[in-house]
């Protein structure tokens, strides 16, 4: 059982590029979650899905969009990057109310 | 809106102490809490969920109370051990199961 898979693991982009992290879980949960975590700030919610075909901002949703269109998949696509959004990145995904499962994280660094 | 804050930030025992993690938030309407543990360079990993209407969970060395009322949390380990080194962040989840996460408290335990 893979749980949420995140890739890539490392990226560096110049500003201005575009990107797509990805995202997937395989324990058919319908709640999937963006955030990002900068140093000694905890986590900050960019986007979340409760389920196919349904995604909503979450906190810093600015310079981001997601799409969900299965309920394995969430990707998460950065246009035009800045070095504010150097960054990690960390996909979850839950059952309703239940257990939040993490994936490994994603290292973005915008130069 | 929700905030959550962990005292204290961080905190470095001997091996063998008993210790507590404190964590507060501000809107007592929750569905859940959890503890995680992160890892340097990993995803978070629950520990425990505790549902708005028990008081308290166990895992092994580790105990979590909830006052509701308070608005407040504890994590409790027992024994600590080096292994234990990590930093423990809780995040809090109302009615749409969406959750705040506080900043974490990163543990050190010297042998």
């Known amino acids: 059982n893979a749980g949420v898979t995140q890739t890539p693991k490392f990226r560096i982009l110049k500003i201005g590029q575009s990107m797509t992290l990805q995202c997937a879980q395989d324990?058919?949960?319908?709640?999937m979650y963006w955030y990002r975590q900068d140093p000694g700030m905890g986590l900050k919610l960019i986007y979340y899905s409760v389920g196919a075909g349904i995604t909503d901002k979450g906190e810093v949703p600015n310079g981001y969009n997601v799409s969900r269109s299965t309920t394995e998949d969430f990707p998460l696509r950065l246009e035009l990057a800045a070095p504010s959004q150097t960054s990690v990145y960390f996909c979850?995904?839950?059952?309703?109310?239940?257990?939040?499962?993490f994936g490994e994280g994603s290292w973005l660094t915008v130069v | 809106k929700q905030e959550v804050t962990q005292i204290p930030a961080a905190l470095s025992v001997p091996e063998g102490e008993n210790l507590v993690l404190n964590c507060s938030f501000t809107d007592s309407a929750i569905y859940n809490l959890q503890w995680f543990r992160q890892d340097p360079g990993k995803g978070l990993t629950s520990l425990l969920l505790?549902?708005?209407?028990?008081r308290e969970q166990t895992s092994g060395r580790l105990n979590a109370s909830l006052d509701k009322s308070s608005g407040r949390s504890t994590l409790y380990i027992a024994a600590s051990q080096p292994g234990d080194s990590a930093t423990y962040l809780c995040?809090?989840?109302?009615?749409?199961?969406?959750?705040?996460f506080g900043r974490g408290t990163s543990l050190i335990v010297h042998p």
């Open positions: 324990m058919n949960h319908n709640y």
């Open positions: 995040a809090v989840s109302g009615g749409s199961y969406i959750p705040t």
């Open positions: 505790i549902q708005s209407s028990q």
């Open positions: 979850a995904s839950s059952i309703s109310g239940n257990t939040i499962y």
